[in-house]
């Protein structure tokens, strides 16, 4: 291995893992710098039931009417955020556990899972490009960052068998993106994931207050009636 | 001849109309000349002024539903403007939400100040922008929350179209409808400017056409009385256009033994501060009805069949007026349950034989907490009880919500998106659509006219006073 790509692999990461982690903190601070609204009311519901609720939803696809619409849409999400997760792994296994990536299984696991997350990519491109609606929202951010998450999903298909020995540029492709991708993100929509507990807590913190969420079918009667208020 | 694909509705070049503004400075209204009601000032810097209320109001709910949209378009799926648009991709709730995200970006976003043409971040040019802005959030928008619900993000587009609202209302950038509402509300408490001697005699003429068409007598609608189990407020379409619900509710009080009060001043609990987003009026409003039951004694708030009354009073008018709830404040559909499982009303589901549907509030399902107690009221009132398709927290607004019954010049967009919820109504096969919101009524009533339905709209008072059982009096 070249002393460039075991610099690549090694301190650069580092490094850009801390500047990451230090925009990140400054991005955290920056929403809790936003006042908090008070409730005063008494509450029809449990908050924590409410903030369980609503950070879990992500994971209950029949608990939003959208979804349950578009399933289609939800194993696309699944697909590609495993993809992401596989990638981001496959930076800490290649230089940490790089024995990992000699089982061949492993390999090819990885490598399907980023590769249908690579299919995955270039279909949200094209609906993206395609439906009037999510075009007319769509801002260069968005767009780059797509195309960005698509190149690095090939660039890790084929950096996972980490054979250096054979020709080294997968490998500085796939690190010199994320080293470019952890400077990055915290400025692009790629940060949503940070963002994500907070919304969801704040918006399940509300609604479980009021009784709304968890979300409750019509139909829930029991013998005894509606709850008690 | 169809609309072409793409094309952009009319209500978004509503210009601004400031008729009723010029009126109200000229006769110098006193929340005129208190600041509390504002006007628009052609010569301010209006965007400046925009800028610095954005700075000053946001709060971090806000903040996070502006950074967390990732602009996947499924909110599309959710809208009633945007399912019955499809060609027209404005009406996409993360596009409307977008017309003030990009403001949020470019002035507060870290992304937004640096590069903004990159998170297509921009200020508003001028007033035409803020009127663009106006026509968005006032006109192509019911604040229902269907979009918020279904967000994997958890964005509450629904709360950022009523804090633009508010920004916009405090520069007077607002539909006249809208305006005169607010105004109402300031000068005379509530929103239909009923003067305190309609109101007592409309009151007074109610209680005696109940006497003689029910024949009870001793039949009572008091007044200001003190030490009661519990005040009760209305909303002034019912002392204007409909006092029949104000009378199914005192024959009904009247048969549970109920001892029960309307107060002479803070008897509306509707509250314009919800859609115009002016937490002021939102909190003058809802302080009215509290100030009311502290006045009185009351030892409870019930509030009448009314969506966004019910979620300004019960919910959003404590945090409003800064007050903590120590009332218990709750629907009258919750009084009725507690009427009929403690036995004291008797009813007769064949008294309401035909088939029954039932609509959802945005504001009490969405915002609230009420889904199933209403349909329990329902089951035990309604011989052939039926569901629309989807209901509860799912259902689709009546289109007449956030406000848009008192914008005209929004109407033809509303009653478009309103395919939606003709579909579904017609699709139940009821002869009655059943809702607990007076605002819901009229937008109801106006889908089924334009749309040619064979159903009438009922409230469950009407029907629960209908199903009243003979020699039912307790008291």
Redesign the interface.
């Known amino acids: 291995m070249s002393a460039f790509l075991r610099l690549l692999e090694n301190e650069v990461q580092i490094v850009a893992l801390l500047f990451l982690a230090t925009v990140y903190l400054f991005r955290v601070l920056w929403?809790?710098r936003?006042?908090?609204?008070?409730?005063?009311?008494?509450p029809?519901?449990s908050e924590r039931e409410g903030i369980t609720y609503?950070l879990l939803?992500?994971s209950m696809p029949w608990s939003?009417?959208?979804?349950r619409?578009?399933p289609g849409?939800y194993v696309q999400?699944v697909i590609f955020h495993s993809g992401v997760t596989a990638a981001i792994a496959a930076t800490f296994i290649i230089p940490y556990r790089p024995e990992l990536f000699q089982k061949r299984a492993v390999v090819l696991i990885f490598q399907i899972i980023i590769g249908a997350a690579f299919v995955v990519g270039l279909i949200r491109l094209r609906r993206r490009l395609k439906?009037?609606?999510?075009?007319?929202?769509?801002?260069?951010?968005?767009y780059?960052s797509l195309l960005l998450m698509i190149l690095y999903f090939a660039a890790a298909v084929l950096a996972v068998p980490n054979r250096f020995q054979a020709a080294e540029w997968p490998l500085i492709l796939f690190f010199g993106l994320t080293a470019f991708f952890l400077i990055y993100v915290p400025?692009?929509?790629i940060s949503?994931y940070l963002?994500?507990p907070?919304?969801?807590y704040?918006?399940?913190k509300?609604m479980g207050h009021?009784?709304?969420f968890p979300?409750?079918?019509?139909?829930?009667?029991t013998a005894f009636?509606?709850?008690e208020? | 001849m169809g609309r072409q694909k793409?094309e952009s509705p009319p209500a978004l070049k509503s210009p601004l109309e400031t008729n009723s503004q010029e009126k109200a400075r000229a006769a110098n209204l006193s929340s005129v000349a208190e600041g509390r009601l504002k006007l628009y000032n052609p010569q301010a810097d209006n965007v400046r002024k925009f800028l610095d209320l954005l700075e000053r109001k946001?709060?971090?709910?806000?903040?996070?539903?502006f950074?967390?949209c990732?602009?996947?378009?499924?909110?599309?799926?959710?809208c009633h403007y945007?399912l019955a648009r499809p060609?027209d991709?404005?009406?996409?709730p993360?596009?409307k939400a977008?017309q003030i995200r990009r403001i949020f970006k470019r002035h507060k976003d870290?992304?937004g100040r640096i590069i903004p043409?990159?998170?297509?971040a921009r200020y508003p040019r001028d007033d035409e922008g803020l009127n663009f802005l106006k026509n968005i959030v006032f006109g192509t928008c019911s604040a229902c929350r269907r979009c918020?619900?279904?967000c994997?993000?958890?964005?509450?587009t629904a709360a950022l179209v009523r804090y633009t609202r508010g920004l916009l209302t405090e520069l007077g950038v607002v539909p006249e409808g809208i305006f005169n509402v607010n105004r109402d509300q300031w000068e005379s408490g509530n929103q239909m400017a009923v003067t305190e001697k309609d109101y007592l005699e409309t009151i007074a003429w109610a209680r005696d056409e109940l006497e003689s068409e029910t024949g009870i007598r001793g039949i009572e609608i008091p007044v200001d009385r003190t030490d009661c189990d519990f005040l009760y407020v209305i909303n002034p379409r019912e002392i204007k256009f409909d006092p029949r619900s104000l009378g199914d509710a005192a024959r009904i009080f009247h048969c549970a033994g109920e001892r029960w009060t309307l107060p002479k001043w803070g008897w509306d609990m509707t509250n314009f501060g919800l859609f115009s987003g002016d937490d002021r009026l939102g909190a003058y409003v809802a302080g009215n009805v509290y100030q009311a039951a502290a006045r009185l004694r009351s030892r409870r708030i019930v509030i009448s069949e009314c969506g966004h009354g019910y979620r300004s009073t019960?919910?959003e008018g404590?945090?409003w007026a800064?007050?903590?709830?120590t009332v218990?404040?709750?629907s009258v559909v919750?009084t009725l349950?507690r009427y009929l499982?403690q036995g004291r009303i008797k009813v007769d589901p064949v008294k309401n034989p035909d088939p029954v549907t039932f609509h959802?509030s945005c504001n009490i399902?969405?915002?609230?907490?009420l889904?199933?107690?209403p349909?329990?009221v329902l089951?035990r009132v309604c011989a052939d009880f039926r569901?629309m398709e989807?209901?509860?927290?799912?259902n689709f607004c009546c289109t007449g919500g956030g406000g848009l019954l008192s914008t005209p010049e929004y109407r033809p967009l509303r009653l478009e998106a309103a395919k939606i919820k003709a579909k579904q109504l017609q699709a139940t096969g009821a002869k009655l659509v059943c809702t607990m919101c007076h605002n819901c009524v009229d937008g109801l009533a106006d889908v089924i006219k334009h749309y040619k339905l064979n159903l009438k709209v009922v409230q469950i008072l009407e029907l629960v006073s209908r199903a009243l059982a003979n020699g039912n009096v307790q008291s």
């Open positions: 929403i809790l936003f006042e908090p609204t008070r409730e005063r009311t008494q029809a519901g609503s939803n992500i939003m009417e959208a979804v619409k578009k849409f999400f439906v009037p609606a999510v075009r007319l929202i769509s801002t260069p951010d968005d780059f400025f692009s929509k949503h963002y994500y907070f919304a969801r704040v918006l399940g509300t009021r009784g709304v979300i409750k079918k019509a139909n829930e009667e009636g509606p709850p208020k | 793409n946001i709060n971090r709910s806000l903040a996070l539903s950074v967390a990732v602009h996947c378009g499924l909110c599309a799926e959710s945007a060609d991709p404005t009406m996409t993360a596009y977008d870290w992304t043409w990159w998170v297509q918020t619900l279904n994997p993000m958890g964005v509450d019960r919910w404590y945090n800064g007050r903590d709830q218990p404040t709750e919750i349950i499982r959802d399902t969405r915002s609230g907490d889904v199933e107690e349909r329990w089951r569901e989807p209901h509860g927290r799912e």
